[in-house]
């Protein structure tokens, strides 16, 4: 059997995780640090996540939403959070979760799609993104993919497409949502079969003489399918510590997790939870929107814990920006600015920052008094690289952590 160009090419756009060099010789130990970006993708409600219960002007500002004081989790800082947000309160006040208040930058803009490709690029004075535009994550993976040699350092959870935030010059990154992508391309018994076409194809695939290309593609398609394999048998390795809520969210975030532990290197992950542009009859989606971030989020953290991995995991939890600070007349609220961000982890617990002014609002929304490229450079100097080769310029580092 011999493989045809159309065939290679499908083969191909299926294996997203195949690196252009040296792929087949890298599947690391995994033990090295581990960053998880969850996005709570709409623009989330800061100011009813992280509650300022002492401020007198956030009621009078949410007549109606306030209400969410009743029942809300006490920081040590005059502020709360949001009742759904239980099992993460006791994170933060065990010392394994950390808030910072006023996240975001100079110049905030309304738009969903500008403003995540600013928390994406890692930058606020981005015309458009161009076919050559990088993300945070995606040019971190990139230094990770060459201090190691060769590799697939990142990957994105849950979605069809890989985010601009993972976008790198060298590495790129696969989009899963289910372990039965990498199982298809096992040799070994799976859900299709030990003669399934494409394994067969694979398998007897030959060039003809000096056909260098028809040779290249053989050789290349037998080895992805040799690592599928390794892989699916790392994966296999896993076992839940954890009881997962019956969520997409907490599906995908199960899946971060097999990779945690799975061992073959992958340290740099991202994960989209959407739902949160929420300008109409906000309390009882936002609550439920909330409670879903809470069950996944608590669950994989106990996971990774019990597998004795929770201090090379660290995750931050951000939005592309918050709302804004009063209310609007459909019981919701409209697009923001600055918000609070969550690190969970082996972080410095409690809250980080300056609580936001009330009294002396942007343009109606809350001012950022921490730049978001400062948690950024936290994260990036936790994980082990050099935050200024990433984000172009050197900030101030929030603290979040103890070492590095």
């Given at each position: 059997?011999?493989?045809?160009?159309?065939?290679?090419?499908?083969?191909?756009?299926?294996?997203?995780?195949?690196?252009?060099?040296?792929?087949?010789?890298?599947?690391p130990?995994?033990?090295?640090?581990?960053?998880?970006?969850?996005?709570?993708?709409?623009?989330?409600?800061?100011?009813?996540t992280?509650?300022?219960?002492?401020?007198?002007?956030?009621?009078?500002?949410?007549?109606?939403?306030?209400?969410?004081?009743?029942g809300?989790?006490?920081?040590?800082?005059?502020?709360?959070?949001h009742?759904?947000?239980?099992?993460?309160?006791?994170?933060?006040?065990?010392?394994?979760?950390?808030?910072?208040?006023?996240?975001g930058?100079?110049?905030?803009?309304?738009?969903?799609?500008?403003?995540?490709?600013?928390?994406?690029?890692?930058?606020?004075?981005?015309?458009?993104?161009?076919?050559?535009?990088?993300?945070?994550?995606?040019?971190?993976?990139?230094?990770l993919?060459?201090?190691?040699?060769?590799?697939?350092?990142?990957?994105?959870?849950?979605g069809?497409?890989?985010?601009?935030?993972?976008?790198g010059?060298?590495?790129?990154?696969?989009?899963?949502?289910?372990?039965?992508?990498?199982?298809?391309?096992?040799?070994?018994?799976?859900?299709?079969?030990?003669?399934?076409?494409?394994?067969?194809?694979?398998?007897?695939?030959?060039?003809?003489?000096?056909?260098?290309?028809?040779?290249?593609?053989?050789?290349?398609?037998?080895?992805?399918?040799d690592?599928?394999?390794?892989?699916?048998?790392?994966l296999?390795?896993?076992?839940?510590?954890?009881?997962?809520?019956?969520?997409?969210?907490?599906?995908?975030?199960?899946?971060?997790?097999?990779?945690?532990?799975a061992?073959?290197?992958?340290?740099?992950?991202?994960?989209?939870?959407?739902?949160?542009?929420?300008?109409?009859?906000?309390?009882?989606?936002?609550?439920?929107?909330?409670?879903?971030?809470?069950?996944?989020?608590?669950?994989?953290?106990?996971?990774?814990?019990?597998?004795?991995?929770?201090?090379?995991?660290?995750?931050?939890?951000?939005?592309?920006?918050?709302?804004?600070?009063?209310?609007?007349?459909?019981?919701?609220?409209?697009?923001?600015?600055?918000?609070?961000?969550?690190?969970?982890?082996?972080?410095?617990?409690?809250?980080?920052?300056?609580l936001?002014?009330?009294?002396?609002?942007?343009?109606?929304?809350?001012?950022?008094?921490?730049?978001?490229?400062?948690?950024?450079?936290?994260?990036?100097?936790?994980?082990?690289?050099?935050?200024?080769?990433?984000?172009?310029?050197?900030?101030?580092?929030?603290?979040?952590?103890?070492?590095?």
């Amino acid at each position: 059997m011999t493989i045809d160009r159309r065939s290679f090419l499908q083969f191909c756009s299926a294996l997203p995780f195949v690196a252009p060099r040296d792929f087949v010789t890298w599947v690391p130990g995994g033990d090295d640090r581990v960053l998880l970006v969850l996005e709570l993708v709409g623009g989330n409600d800061g100011l009813n996540t992280v509650i300022p219960v002492d401020d007198a002007r956030y009621a009078a500002l949410r007549p109606r939403l306030s209400v969410v004081r009743a029942g809300a989790h006490t920081l040590d800082d005059g502020t709360a959070l949001h009742p759904a947000l239980a099992r993460l309160h006791r994170g933060v006040r065990d010392g394994r979760g950390a808030v910072v208040h006023g996240v975001g930058h100079d110049t905030p803009d309304r738009s969903h799609f500008r403003s995540r490709d600013i928390w994406h690029s890692a930058d606020p004075t981005l015309p458009r993104v161009e076919a050559r535009t990088t993300g945070w994550l995606g040019r971190a993976a990139d230094r990770l993919a060459a201090a190691a040699g060769a590799g697939v350092p990142s990957a994105a959870i849950g979605g069809l497409e890989v985010p601009l935030v993972l976008r790198g010059e060298h590495v790129t990154a696969p989009s899963l949502r289910r372990v039965e992508d990498f199982q298809w391309l096992s040799t070994a018994a799976g859900p299709f079969g030990a003669t399934s076409p494409t394994r067969e194809l694979v398998a007897g695939g030959t060039a003809r003489d000096g056909d260098d290309v028809r040779a290249f593609a053989a050789s290349t398609a037998r080895a992805a399918v040799d690592l599928a394999g390794r892989l699916e048998q790392a994966l296999g390795r896993y076992r839940p510590h954890a009881d997962y809520p019956t969520t997409a969210l907490a599906r995908d975030l199960q899946l971060a997790a097999r990779l945690c532990v799975a061992g073959f290197g992958t340290r740099v992950l991202h994960v989209a939870f959407g739902g949160f542009d929420t300008h109409a009859r906000q309390l009882p989606t936002h609550a439920g929107l909330l409670a879903t971030l809470d069950g996944a989020l608590d669950a994989f953290l106990q996971d990774l814990d019990a597998h004795g991995h929770g201090d090379r995991l660290a995750v931050l939890v951000h939005s592309e920006f918050g709302r804004r600070a009063a209310e609007n007349a459909s019981h919701g609220t409209d697009h923001g600015a600055a918000a609070p961000v969550f690190a969970f982890g082996p972080v410095r617990g409690g809250t980080h920052g300056t609580l936001p002014d009330l009294t002396r609002l942007g343009d109606g929304d809350v001012v950022a008094t921490t730049d978001f490229r400062s948690v950024y450079a936290d994260l990036l100097s936790w994980l082990g690289v050099e935050p200024s080769d990433v984000l172009g310029a050197a900030f101030a580092p929030v603290g979040l952590f103890a070492d590095r």
